[in-house]
C-alpha cells in the first residue's frame, strides 16, 4: 500500500515538473515565436540607435584659391562615469587624463563619482595632435603613456573613455582679411562678415542614420535600415586677393600708428567690374580667438562707420553740376579771402583766395567755392545728383552690418544746409560708398555693383550662386565724367594741389582729399569738435584709363603740439601718403601698365 502511495506521489511530483517545464517553454516559444508588443518594444529600444552625422562646413577661399576659413578635425573627450565604477578603474582614468589634457584630477574623480551617469564631456575641441597617444577599443581607448616604464612602452586600456567627434572652424591666416571672413561660433554657425551673410551655403546638411546595436554597443551594419550621409558645405571664392590684402593691411596699421589715429580703414576695388580686391580695417582681430577682442575692433568700419566725409564730397557735386551744365570748368568764383558768411553763418577756407576758377577750387579744395556752385545749383539739384550716386542707401556689397549713410531730403534741411552738404557736411556716408562714387566718375560716368563674393561652388563642382559685373547706375555722362576726371588729376599731378602726397611714380593719379570735423554727440552739447577731424583720400589711376580705384579713411588721426594745436591731421597728410603705398604696390602686383591697359591675373610675386 505505502509503494502505491510513493508511486502515486511520484507521478504527480513528475506531473507537477512536468507541467512547469511545458508552460516555461510554451512562454518561451510565444517570446521568442510571436512575441507580444509590450515585449517587444523595449528591446528593441534598447538595442536600436539613431545618429546624425555633422556635415563639415564649406571653405572660404580667396579668389586665387587661398583657403582663409576651413574645418580642422577635432574630438570632445568623454567619459561613461557608471560603466567605469562597473567595469573600470576610476583612478587610473582620472590619473592619465588628467595628465594628458592638463585637467584637475580632483575634479575628473568628482565627475568619476557620479556613477548614475552615462556620459560626462570632460574636455571640449581638443585637436587630433592631443589624442594621438589613445586608440579607440570596444568600450574604451588604449593609452600609451610618454613616459616608458622600465624602459619598456606601455599600453593602458581605459575603459569608458571615448572621443565624440566635434569639427571646430579654424582661420589659418589669423587676423588677414578678418572683418570680410568674420567668424563661425561653436555651434558652427555663422556670426560676422562672409560666414553669417553665406551661412546658408557654408552650414551643409547634416546626415541621418539609423539601425541596431549588439550587447557591447557596437552597431550590426547588416540591420542598417537607414544611412543618408551627410551633405559638406559649399565653397565660397571670395574677390578679395590676399597677397594684396595682407599689404593693405600693413600699411594702414603704420598710418595708424604713425599718426595717432584712433582707427583707419580702407578699400581697393577694380574701378570697371565693381570687385573689392581688399577690404581692410585696424584695428583687428584674430577669428580664432574672435570672443577675446573688443567688440569695436570686430567692426568691419570700412562699410558699417558713418562719418561725414569732408571735401571727397565736392567731387561728386562738382562733376554734378558740369554735368547739369550749371558752371564750367574755367568759370570764376570769388573765394572772399577765406571768409564768407551766408545764412548767419561763416564759412572759412584754410587757405584764403580771392577769384578761382571751377577748376582751381578742385585742385585747392575751397569750400567757399563749392558752396557757390552749390547754390547755383540749387537743393533739389544737389539731393537728386547725390542721390543718383546712391548716397543715403546701402549699396549690398554681400557682407552684414553694411550702413546706408544719413542723407535727408531737403524739406529738412536748414537754409545753410545747401553750402554745407557739398563740402561734406551735413551727410554720413561709408568709405564704400565715396570710393564707388569716385569709382563711377573713374569709369566715364557709369557706377557698377561692388561685391566681394566671387561665387559659391558644392564639393562635386555645382555652381550654386555667381556674381558678375553689374551696372547700378548712370549718375553722370560720359564728357561730364571726363572732365571730371581731369579736374581730379590737377589736385593730384600739380603743385599746390591738396593731394600731391598721393603721386604714384610713373603714373598719372587723380583723387580728392577729405578732412571734416567729427560731430559732437548732444549729450556734449551738440555741433562740432574742435580739434577731433575724420581724414580721407579716395582716387583711381592711372586716369588715362582708370582700373583701381582706392580709399583710405583715418579717425582722429594728428598730434598736439606744446602749445596745444592739432598738426598733421588733414586728409592730404595722413590718407595721402597711405594711398600711395597701397597703389604703389597694386599696381605692380596687378601688373597694371602706366597707360591702363588691363589688369593681369593676380599671382604670387616671383
Known sequence: MAEVRFKGRIVVLATVVLLVFTAIGSRLAMLHLRPVDWVVRPIMEARSFESKPAANRGRIVDRTGRILAMDTPSYHVCIDPKWISEHGDPVAVARHLSDEFRLSEADLAGDLAQTHREYTRIKKYVSGHQIKRFKRMNM???????????????????????????????YPNGPLMAHVVGFSNLEGIGSAGVELRMNEYLRGKEGYRKGQVDGSGREIYRTREMDIPPEDGATVELTLDSWLQYQVEKIIEKTCHDFNAKAVWAIVQHVRTGEILAMASFPTYDPNRYSKAPEEWRRNRAIGFNYEPGSTMKAAVIAAALDHD?????????????????????????????????ADIVKVSSNIGTAKIALEMGNQMVYDSLRKFHFGERLDVGLPGEEGGIFYSPKHWSKISITRIGMGHEIGVTALQVLSMMNAIAYNGVQMQPYLVKRVVTPDGTVLHENKPEVIGRPLDPPAARRMQQLLARVVMEEGGTGTKAQVEGYTVAGKTGTAQKIRPKEEGGGYYSKNFTSSFAGFLPVENPEIGIIVVADDPGEYTDSGRKINYYGGTVCGPAFQEIATMAVEYLRIAPGGNRVYVARPQE
Open 140 to 170: 574604451g581607448v588604449v593609452y600609451t603613456p610618454a613616459e616608458l616604464v622600465g624602459g619598456v612602452e606601455t599600453n593602458i586600456y581605459l575603459k569608458g573613455v571615448w572621443f565624440e567627434e566635434a569639427p571646430i572652424r579654424k
Open 326 to 358: 550749371v558752371v564750367d570748368e574755367g568759370d570764376v568764383f570769388d573765394c572772399e579771402k577765406g571768409y564768407w558768411v551766408y545764412g548767419g553763418k561763416a564759412l572759412r577756407d584754410s587757405h584764403g583766395e580771392e577769384d578761382l576758377t571751377v
